[in-house]
C-alpha cells in the first residue's frame, strides 16, 4: 500500500518562505507523476506544481511559477515544494500526490500552510 507523509506546514510571514516535504512508502510501479496541490477550504483543490519521474519535465500553476520549486530525492524517496515570496493567497492544506500508470491517485493527509502577520 503506497502512503504519503506531509509535513513543514506552519504559519509563515508575507515574504518569507517554506519547505514542504512529503515522504512516500509502500511499493511503487513507474509512478506518472508526483505533486501538491492545495485546497482552501470551500474551494476545489488545485494543482500547484508536478514533476514527470518517466519522462521529466516540471509543471506549475501560473500562481505560483517563479516562487515555488518542486525536487525529488529519489534514494529516499521524498518530495520537496520549497515555497519563496509567500503571500495570503498562498494560505491552503496542502497535499503531497502520487498518480500511478493506471491513473490511480494516491493522498496525504494534508498539511496547513498560513500566511500571516
Known amino acids: 500500500q503506497v502512503q504519503l507523509l506531509e509535513s513543514g506546514g506552519g504559519l509563515v510571514q508575507p515574504g518569507g518562505s517554506m519547505t514542504l516535504s512529503c515522504t512516500i512508502s509502500g511499493t511503487i510501479f513507474g509512478p506518472t507523476a508526483v505533486g501538491w496541490y492545495r485546497q482552501v477550504l470551500g474551494k476545489e483543490r488545485e494543482l500547484v506544481a508536478r514533476f514527470f519521474p518517466r519522462g521529466g519535465g516540471t509543471t506549475y500553476s501560473d500562481s505560483v511559477k517563479g516562487r515555488f520549486t518542486i525536487s525529488g530525492d529519489n534514494g529516499n524517496n521524498v518530495v520537496y515544494l520549497q515555497m519563496n515570496s509567500l503571500d495570503s493567497e498562498d494560505t491552503a492544506v496542502y497535499y503531497c500526490?502520487?498518480?500511478?500508470?493506471?491513473?490511480?491517485?494516491?493522498w496525504g493527509q494534508g498539511t496547513q500552510v498560513t500566511v500571516s502577520s
Open positions: 500526490n502520487l498518480r500511478t500508470s493506471q491513473m490511480t491517485d494516491f
